[in-house]
């Protein structure tokens, strides 16, 4: 009886160290840029000339991930091609919307091109990039 008892406690104590080794390995974390991020944003308003234009940013991944980086936002004229502004604004944190007020701009339609920067360098999720069109009115 005293074999068969210390024959059955050496194998939960095995059983129990071959499980720990094996789930070491999956806490590890994902290599770099390994988690693909998805881009969304969009006008809140129809500026004037001389009025901030606001926009709004979301940056999604699969499950519950928060994201952080840096969002870009470059303003190109629809008609032209020109780059008229950059705008960088920092410490995007997670999957909500958030809300930027951005400087004035000319009268006139952009396309905005909106880049996620993942910070720092070696993150586990990919940078993203979108776009939409904003038009700024004149004044009245």
């Not at 991020?37 to 699969?62: E, I, Q, S, Y």
């Not at 091609?81 to 944190?93: H, L, N, P, Q, S």
């Not at 990039?129 to 004149?138: K, L, Y």
Request: with cysteine.
């Amino acid at each position: 009886m005293g074999k068969l008892l210390s024959g059955l406690i050496a194998v939960v104590f095995m059983a129990g160290g071959l499980t720990a080794l094996t789930t070491a390995g999956a806490e590890a974390g994902p290599y770099t840029g390994t988690i693909n991020t998805t881009c969304h944003a969009d006008n809140l308003n129809t500026p004037r000339v001389g009025h901030p234009a606001k926009v709004k940013f979301r940056a999604t991944t699969a499950g519950n991930a928060r994201p952080r980086g840096v969002v870009i936002f470059d303003y190109q004229r629809a008609r032209s091609g020109a780059f008229v502004k950059e705008f960088t604004r920092r410490g995007y944190v997670g999957q909500d919307w958030q809300r930027y007020e951005l400087g004035a701009l000319p009268r006139g339609t952009y396309i905005v091109h909106v880049l996620f920067d993942t910070s720092p360098r070696n993150s586990a999720y990919k940078n993203c990039h979108t776009s939409f069109q904003q038009r700024i009115r004149s004044r009245r």
